[in-house]
């Protein structure tokens, strides 16, 4: 923003504003942080910085946009979402829901997969497998309740990881030695 000081008709820009420190703990969003009330593309810049790198960035861009668009007549969820991926879980969020599909699978740059998987790759575990995903106990639209919309926060799951054939071969010769 810029203001008009002084009598000689130079412009000199407006001081920044400064971020509000009682908002700032009550929401647990850092100043830098989007809110819903942001424009789409801003929203998704910043959730773009926090994924981990297990998608491409061409498919992690078109699945975070279809998300905050589906997501931007809900601003408390997208502000949830917001809160969750920016301080990586630290702060409790509620539930991040989208429609549940027929088949239950969303489809992403001409990909097919399960939603609550697909963010938690984005934003957790990059080498996830589908069936390593449990919700946490609070979570009320979680993937596997078959409700009529879906949880996609990725702070709503957990990893639970079977033994591999690794894991296997150690126990096994732990047992023979």
Known sequence: MVGLAGGGGHLYP????QPNPELRE??????????S?????????SLMCHR????????????????????????????????????????PSKCVTIQRTLDGRL??????????????????WPDLHK??????????FAFDLKCDSVCVNPYHYERVVSPGIGTLSLFIVSIYT
């Open 14 to 17: 407006s001081p920044p504003m």
């Open 52 to 91: 981990q790198g297990g998608e491409s960035e061409g498919f992690s861009k078109r699945a975070i946009e279809s998300l905050v668009k589906k997501l931007k007549e809900k601003r408390d969820e997208l502000d949830s979402l917001i809160t969750a991926i920016t301080t990586n879980g630290a702060h």
């Open 107 to 124: 489809q992403v740059a001409g990909r097919k997969g399960f939603p609550h998987v697909i963010y938690a790759r984005i934003w957790r």
């Open 26 to 35: 009550m929401t647990g969003i850092t100043p830098s942080a989007p809110t």
């Open 131 to 140: 069936n390593e995903l449990k919700h946490v106990k609070y979570c009320q």
């Open 37 to 45: 009330a942001d424009a789409c593309l801003s929203i998704v810049h």
